[in-house]
């Protein structure tokens, strides 16, 4: 069964970074693993009609998906009928991925730093909101999370992306904005706006001079990982097989580079690993998500 064709399934448009890493690991594991590698793009409800997708496969290892944290993470706690168990209807496979979040003031916040914006806030709270790509999203609740370790009770402003967010943060029109750095780098390099702080456990390779939140003395960290999957029962020398060919492909030089291009970390972690980690993360978002009061639609 060596030459089947392996369907690697992404649950985004073309283009995006899922589907930018996915196209990568598949030129990578055709090589690897000695069979055709295609990607398969099935966007739709931020991931889900992937992951239900995914669910109904045969778990031969010839169906995979690659996959951002949120929809397994995040997304559990939104909706009461997603269709699938994050933890009993998958395989984990590989870490893939991993990256934190960038929280950037633009000219709408006063100058100093993360400090300064968030007392400005708290005596101001008509203005005290920031930005994100979307309602639902890891970066809505780390923003929760970074108001409620702060004291400040920020209104979260959803956007339908990253780029319209950025823009009205550049425009003044919102203070602050909270998501991946790769929406806000360029322009904090052009200083149209500045990015106060990253919020994971270490510094950012992209941004070595920027503090995490909790180098400021805000105790609170946010991450997100890339991690491929198969449906539930896949072999366990299946998995394995797979799994070496993803950190093969991980060590290569030109993956890392474009990986880090867009803003994420080359970060290899094997199956238990990805296991272990999604669970975590799974009861990390559990109370800020109940506490949000946030119910998607």
């Known amino acids: 069964a060596q030459e089947r064709t392996i369907k690697l399934m992404v649950g985004f448009p073309p283009g995006g970074s ?3 890493v996915a196209r990568l690991l598949a030129d990578k594991l055709r090589a690897s693993l000695g069979q055709t590698v295609i990607v398969d793009n099935k966007p739709g409800a931020g991931g889900r009609v992937a992951l239900n997708e995914l669910k109904k496969t045969a778990p031969d290892g010839q169906t995979l998906l690659l996959s951002p944290s949120g929809a397994l993470v995040i997304q559990p706690w939104l909706y009461s009928n997603l269709g699938y168990d994050p933890i009993k209807d998958f395989t984990p496979i590989s870490r893939v991925t991993t990256f934190d979040f960038a929280v950037t003031a633009g000219p709408g916040a006063p100058a100093g730093d993360l400090k300064a914006v968030l007392a400005w806030m708290k005596a101001n709270p008509t203005k005290a909101s920031y930005a994100t790509s979307g309602a639902g999203t890891v970066p809505h609740f780390a923003g929760q999370l970074l108001g409620q370790a702060a004291g400040v009770t920020m209104t979260h ?12 943060l550049i425009g003044g029109q919102v203070p602050l904005m909270v998501d991946t750095a790769s929406e806000t780098i360029e322009h904090h390099k052009a200083g149209k706006v500045r990015i106060l ?52 492909a991980l060590k290569a030089q030109d993956v890392q580079d474009r990986i880090f291009a867009l803003g994420l970390v080359a970060s290899h972690a094997p199956a238990a690993e990805l296991a272990a980690t999604q669970a975590a993360h799974l009861k990390r978002w559990e109370a800020p998500i109940k506490a949000s009061g946030f119910k998607a639609e």
Not at 157 to 168: C, E, K, L, S, T
Not at 208 to 236: C, R, S
């Open 18 to 20: 899922v589907d930018q």
């Open 157 to 168: 402003v959803a956007y339908r992306g990253g780029a319209p967010a950025a823009q009205d």
């Open 197 to 248: 702080a990253v919020t994971g456990e270490q510094r950012s390779k992209s941004l070595p001079e920027v503090p995490t939140l909790k180098e400021l003395g805000i105790q609170t960290a946010a991450d997100a990982f890339f991690g491929l999957y198969g449906p539930a029962g896949m072999p366990a020398d299946v998995v394995a097989r797979i799994d070496r060919a993803v950190a093969e």
